[in-house]
């Protein structure tokens, strides 16, 4: 049974980063000029071509596994906030005694979830992240 890609990063080699290397293309004309300007007396070795397009081919197989990687990571924070709405957590929020409270919603600033903890009392607690959150009850 084929499994469908979750989101429109994994899977895709797409993802939302910007690269500043070289692209196919680039890689491609270069090719073409190192062709045409080589000593017709002392032309490259076959096997070096070779030798650079699989280096090229590896080089973009690891970006495009990174990407993956990158979006399989923001997926899975996304599940994890997202199963959080309701559960009593308790927050670090670095002064030294956690705040315990309820997730009431969450928010996507940036790609990156952002939390809301109504305590007890009532007070709200906004802008939390889930690297905050130490123990989930």
Not at 29 to 47: G, R
Not at 72 to 84: A, G, K, M, N
Not at 98 to 120: H, M, R, Y
Request: aromatic share 4%; charged share 10%; proline share 4%.
């Amino acid at each position: 049974m084929p499994v469908d890609a979750i989101g429109s990063t994994v899977g895709s080699g797409a993802g939302q980063i910007q690269r500043t290397g070289l692209s196919t293309d680039d890689f491609i004309k270069l090719f073409l000029t190192q062709l045409t300007f080589q000593d017709p007396l002392n032309p490259v070795d076959n096997a070096q071509f070779l030798a650079q397009l699989a280096q090229f081919t590896s080089i973009q197989q690891t970006q495009i596994l990174s990407d993956n990687v990158v979006g399989l990571l923001t997926e899975t924070s996304v599940s994890q906030s997202v199963s959080l709405i309701g559960k009593t957590v308790q927050v670090d929020q670095g002064t030294g005694t956690p705040v315990v409270g309820s997730v009431t919603t969450v928010q996507f600033q940036s790609g990156a979830p952002s939390l809301t903890i109504k305590q007890s009392d009532g007070t709200i607690i906004q802008n939390v992240a889930l690297s905050q959150i130490t123990l989930v009850r």
